[in-house]
């Protein structure tokens, strides 16, 4: 079997099959490669608000309507019952003490909550991969990109004229000619292994492991910890994670039943845990978290359990002649924010650009996505680095993810309000006055995690401060950050619009009745 087309993308996973479908509506050539079948298990399941509105945006630009139901838990469940899903209202954090049950705090210190919309309607979404992943697969088919699956590849050639790959396809031989090549299969994917592209150290992010899988009969946290005061949010209808010294669990709710769940320790907790035991290892954890071991004492896997010896990776190298990596290729840290869907549809949305002017983007063009996908990686990975310096420490924890919080609202309003210049780059890294500053505090909070609680709140304070749009570490919230329109209200000179634009913006994607 021979093909010949202007691009080849290796991985069919949303990102590959999203920019197959970009590239079809630029009038481009496309074979989709798929080493394995659809549906099938991936990781990253979280969306955020930020990664839904450039979804939605890539969709509408590219002329892609089928796709922006997808971006809002309500049209979602209209259109598209039939694809898993999970509601996330907002990020939920519970700390734990070995040994001990978890307990509520006067000022609910051992907990925070942070809305990310204010009602389900309009609600961010978990992402059932198996479902979400083969309807992407199957809207690149109908769009015309050839699709092979089943297939997998053994060597690559690139020369001045375009790429040559060679496989076998369900028994058969295939080959594909190109002008140009994308791998969106992963860290350490294809391209990666047959270049010899190598590894480049994320500085100051330690090693880390980890461990999942799927699972039935999981109790909401509400039930096993209910509360008199009503939170902003159900915990469960978001990204619950449980907090502990070395590490952290997330739990993600599918409406079909299914619940992830998974683990990132340090390597150090790794090893006392012998994380490679799989169930065994989840059962050693469970009885050092015990209330974390209530909600899930009827919980059964349906998938094994995946470990993970190296979770973070980085190539030495993202582009190349005639071919680039995406960024979910080029690199990963920890699924810690939800950050991987962020990363790769800022690099659609950058490589999508690129080829606008032809199947083999200008090398400046290349060069510029290398350097963008490599910057977000980096703050990522140094904003990171420095929560996980600070597990066991619920007060700095929290504190430190007010930087995160305050640059991912920001961002979207700004993006709302059609000033994405504003909002350029992951964790606001190019913003003057914040971007360096923060990436330099939690650089320093890895060398000195023990920096004095009321230095490190007032420094975090100032740096939030001009993009402060939420609300965030206002007291009497105590840790509990609901959706409100009059903080955007009050924020309006932050981004420069006036109250006007700011309840118009509000009114048009649902927040508040026009």
């Known amino acids: ?44 399941e979280s969306s955020t608000p930020l990664a839904n509105l450039l979804l939605e945006e890539l969709a509408i630009r590219y002329d892609l309507p089928r796709l922006v139901p997808l971006c809002k838990w309500g049209p979602w469940q209209r259109t598209y019952p039939e694809i898993g899903c999970g509601l996330k209202r907002g990020f939920s954090f519970f700390h734990h003490r070995f040994g001990e049950p978890w307990h509520r705090g006067a000022g609910r210190e051992t907990e925070l909550l942070v809305a990310a919309s204010p009602n389900d ?45 060679s496989g076998q396809r369900r028994g058969e031989g295939i080959q594909l000619r190109a002008q140009f090549v994308v791998d969106a299969s992963g860290p350490r994917g294809f391209l990666w292994r047959q270049l010899g592209l190598g590894e480049r150290a994320l500085p100051t992010f330690p090693g880390r492991q980890a461990l999942l899988a799927h699972f039935r009969g999981v109790r909401r946290w509400e039930e096993t910890q209910p509360t008199a005061e ?26 079909n039943g299914l619940t992830s769940a998974g683990v990132s320790v340090s390597d150090a907790r790794a090893a006392e845990l012998n ?3 799989g169930a065994a290892a989840w059962s050693r954890l469970l009885q050092r978290l015990p209330s974390v071991a209530a909600q ?11 470990h993970i010896p190296r979770l973070a990776f980085r190539s030495a190298q993202v582009v190349g002649e005639r071919w680039a990596l995406l ?49 977000d990686l980096l703050a990522a990975s140094r904003l990171l680095a420095a929560q996980h ?30 000033r994405p210049a504003a909002a350029d780059g992951f964790l606001l890294r190019a913003r003057p006055g914040f971007g360096a500053a923060a990436l330099a505090l939690a650089d320093q909070v890895v060398g000195e995690p023990g920096l004095p609680v009321a230095e490190l709140r007032r420094r975090v304070g100032e740096l939030i401060a001009p993009i402060n749009v939420a609300g965030l570490l206002v007291d009497p919230k105590r840790n509990w950050y609901a959706c409100a329109a009059a903080d955007l209200l009050a924020a309006a000179e932050k981004l420069k619009a006036t109250p006007a634009e700011i309840r118009a913006m509000l009114c048009r994607v649902g927040f508040v009745e026009p």
């Open 1 to 44: 079997m021979q093909l010949t087309c202007d691009l080849v993308i290796i991985g069919s996973a949303f990102g590959g099959s999203l920019l197959a479908l970009i590239a079809r509506r630029l009038g481009l050539s496309v074979a989709l490669i798929e080493r394995d079948q659809h549906p099938k298990f991936a990781l990253g």
């Open 121 to 165: 309607e309009i609600a961010d979404t978990q992402w059932y991969r198996p479902d979400f992943d083969h309807f992407f697969a199957r809207e690149a088919q109908a769009a015309g990109v050839a699709y092979c699956d089943a297939t997998t590849l053994d060597s690559v050639t690139f020369s001045g004229e375009g790429a040559t790959l």
């Open 230 to 255: 009503p939170p902003p949010f159900p915990p469960d209808d978001a990204a619950l994670h449980h907090v502990f010294d070395g590490g952290w669990m997330w739990v993600l709710r599918f409406n």
């Open 275 to 277: 994380l490679a035991d």
């Open 296 to 306: 899930f004492a009827s919980a059964t896997p349906t998938t094994p359990f995946m």
């Open 327 to 375: 960024p979910s290729a080029a690199g990963f840290v920890d699924p810690l924010f939800s950050t991987g869907f962020v990363l790769t549809l800022f690099g659609l949305e950058r490589l999508a650009a690129a080829l606008a002017s032809g199947p083999v983007p200008n090398q400046a063009a290349l060069d510029r996505y290398a350097t963008e996908t490599e910057g």
């Open 389 to 418: 310096a600070v597990w066991g420490d619920p007060e700095r924890f929290n504190l430190l993810t007010m930087l995160y919080f305050a640059a991912a609202s920001f961002s979207e309003v700004a993006r709302r309000l059609g």
